[in-house]
Nanobody
Framework: QVQLVESGGGLVQAGGSLRLSCAASGSIFGIKGMGWYRQAPGKQRELVASISSGGSTNYADSVKGRFTISRDNAKNTVYLQMNSLKPEDTAVYYC?????????????WGQGTQVTVSS
């Protein structure tokens, strides 16, 4: 069993900052890619940022220059630092990890954390 637990969401005014964390626990041999997705009401889930096992990062155009993804492999944790937040960043944010187990690698999702940005 692998569990991903997210934290750090909340309500913030436009221009403010939040830091999301997502920690994995359970039977883990290693973790390949990690990423953050978000889903706003009535919209599809979209990729916000991802980071490879080697540290290469990728960002959605809408968050480039404002969000930073990072990872701590020793803690099996991925972070998303969100600065200069805008009302359009309001969504439920989900972390995703590609976890290596004994017989292969599998994708896991966090439970989601609400981020609300007021104007």
């Amino acid at each position: 069993q692998v569990q991903l637990v997210e934290s750090g969401g909340g309500l913030v005014q436009a221009g403010g900052s939040l830091r999301l964390s997502c920690a994995a626990s359970g039977s883990i041999f290693g973790i390949k890619g990690m990423g953050w997705y978000r889903q706003a009401p009535g919209k599809q889930r979209e990729l916000v940022a991802s980071i490879s096992s080697g540290g290469s990062t990728n960002y959605a155009d809408s968050v480039k220059g404002r969000f930073t993804i990072s990872r701590d492999n020793a803690k099996n944790t991925v972070y998303l630092q969100m600065n200069s937040l805008k009302p359009e960043d309001t969504a439920v944010y989900y972390c995703n990890m590609q976890v290596e187990k004994m017989l292969g690698s599998y994708g896991y999702w966090g439970q989601g954390t609400q981020v609300t940005v007021s104007s």
